[in-house]
DNA sequence: CAACAATCTTTTCTACTATAATCATTCTTC
DNA sequence: GAAGAATGATTATAGTAGAAAAGATTGTTG
């Protein structure tokens, strides 16, 4: 317990130029936000057999059927190489389909299986029921701060140009 | 909860019931930052040889000299598994060293190189200039609306007992 | 001192993520 | 109708992540 070294590194314990400081809050933040996201899909995976992004995809295949991959992608904010291996273990374990559109044989449309339904209809909720009852809890503003702290640094990191696949149709 | 027998699933467009709504808005704003972090990681592995995990950890690193890889991990809100990796990569970029306590040699403690000193001193900022740019433009009250929201969601969803390693009289 | 417990790091395994390259299919143009 | 562009899904590659288990070392106890 004792502190071994006892080198003297004349280190100065830095200036900490206050913008270091900040920065460094939000860098944590955001990891902390992220590793409890992280710890909550494999709590999730033990008890419900899907993980978070799989139910998040799950949920918007339920909610919109036969969506392609690149859509869905659009819709979960995640790149279309990402959901191939997200729909291949969706698909093994039986929670949807994969049919292919006989006009367009390129496209492939995502459908829910009758188990892929139920397990969205019995859905643990996403976050988890103790963050539910905590949220639940707090007012109004606090809610708001929170939901829109979130978009706030999404927006400033993602750059005001680029705001989700909204309908941009110039291609 | 209880569905009574639904004998009409004619894929109505769902009934939506508001938590759904919210929930989906939620989880899509933490995909959101979450994917714009890791996109930043990416640009900033090119212009700088650093991703952002790499970078936060040195950050740490040089804040304070010595650590072990544990503590680090408290620090930066990692698993000790995943900061083996991150460790791993930063040592064969001489970023840092690790060297093994004398008395006790399980412990091994991380030390920065000088030139990974030098690169925190240089750090790019890690959120991107543009973000910095942005972020200074908003109004006290936004800044803070940002930062507070990202930590009571941190807080929420990792649970009220478990508060990070906030060592207030440690310094 | 030998057996056991405690502690710290690393390895192994699975999953998620993105970019770039590749493959299959359709559309366009001549 | 064939060459080439365009589009959609996938693979290849690499970084990141956590859990569980293994490895190494130290402390404790009989």
Known sequence: MNKPPAEDHRRRPAPKSGKVQRDLELLRAVRRVMQAFD???HQ????SQITLPQLLCL??????????????????????????GVLDRLESKQLIDRVRDPRDRRQ???VPTEAGRRLVAAAPSPFGEPFDRAFAALSEARQRQLVEGLELM??????????????????
């Not at 949920?59 to 279309?80: K, L």
């Not at 999404?154 to 291609?171: F, K």
């Open 44 to 47: 999730l995976a033990s008890s």
């Open 39 to 41: 710890l909550h899909s």
């Open 154 to 171: 999404a927006d400033l990191m993602a750059g005001p140009e680029e705001r989700g696949p909204s309908s941009d149709s110039g291609r």
């Open 108 to 110: 492939i449309h995502i």
């Open 59 to 84: 949920m918007a295949v339920v909610a919109e059927e036969g969506m392609t991959s690149r859509r869905i992608a659009g819709e979960i904010f995640a790149s279309a190489s990402t959901l191939v």
